[in-house]
């Protein structure tokens, strides 16, 4: 069983919409990441959290270090925003990045 | 700064030969990373270093794969030899301990016929 666990799995959205994507995970962490990744392309860090909240332009990301939950949100979607988000934990036994599988976001016109 | 560099962008190349990919970190970084990416695993990691020490290689496959890192500026990761199961997005990753995240290369596309 994987430590990350992502929903959904595949999500499309009208533009507009309000977009959001959960992360469970079941070991202690030192910190969260958020990252995206475009068809056929690299792979960008959006967030990196270990507590509360943090917001960048439409995007807001949460974590629940308690229920080991953490959301990104997207306001007013675009299909700019058409990507894979992946959330990753750095656990309290090593730095590297342990990922989820993806959820893969469609945004229509 | 350019980011993580990382070469070649795409690799094809036949079964049993012998590959070698290679990544330039970003200068300042003390943290360097493998990850290998499929449809099946996702992204899984592969080896890390600390200041060019090897940290966990627990992720390396078999001992087809190695990985070094000559200096803070260079690391490789070696196949040899290549077979069909390898082909992948490899991506490199650096990052700076207590600093903002980590910041991907743009991964090279090894693909073994």
């Known amino acids: 069983k994987n430590e990350v666990e992502q929903s959904p799995q595949n999500l499309t959205a009208q533009e507009g919409e309000f977009i959001t994507i959960n992360c469970s995970y079941s070991v202690g962490i030192s910190a969260l990441h958020w990252l995206q990744q475009h068809p056929g392309g690299g792979i960008v860090s959006l967030f990196m959290l270990s507590s509360g909240k943090k917001k960048h332009g439409r995007l807001i990301a949460t974590i629940n270090i308690q229920e080991k939950h953490s959301s990104l949100h997207i306001t007013a979607s675009h299909p700019r925003d058409s990507a894979v988000y992946i959330c990753?934990?750095?656990?309290?036994?090593?730095?590297?990045?342990?990922f989820g599988k993806g959820t893969s976001l469609l945004v229509t016109p | 700064d350019a980011g993580v560099i990382q070469s070649p962008r795409h690799e094809v190349t036949e079964m049993g030969q012998e590959v070698t990919l290679r990544c330039k970190p970003i200068s300042g970084h003390d943290y360097l990373f493998w990850y290998r990416q499929t449809m099946m695993r996702g992204l899984e990691l592969l080896i890390y270093f600390n200041n060019n020490v090897p940290i966990d290689d627990s992720g390396m496959p078999e001992d087809r794969f190695s990985a070094k890192m000559p200096n803070a500026s260079f690391s490789t990761l070696k196949i040899q030899p290549s077979e069909p199961r390898d082909s992948a997005v490899y991506f490199c990753?650096?990052?700076?301990?207590?600093?903002?995240?980590?910041?991907f290369g743009s991964g090279t596309r090894l693909t073994v016929v």
């Open positions: 990753a650096s990052s700076r301990q207590g600093a903002y995240g980590y910041t």
């Open positions: 990753a934990v750095e656990s309290n036994s090593g730095y590297a990045l342990n």
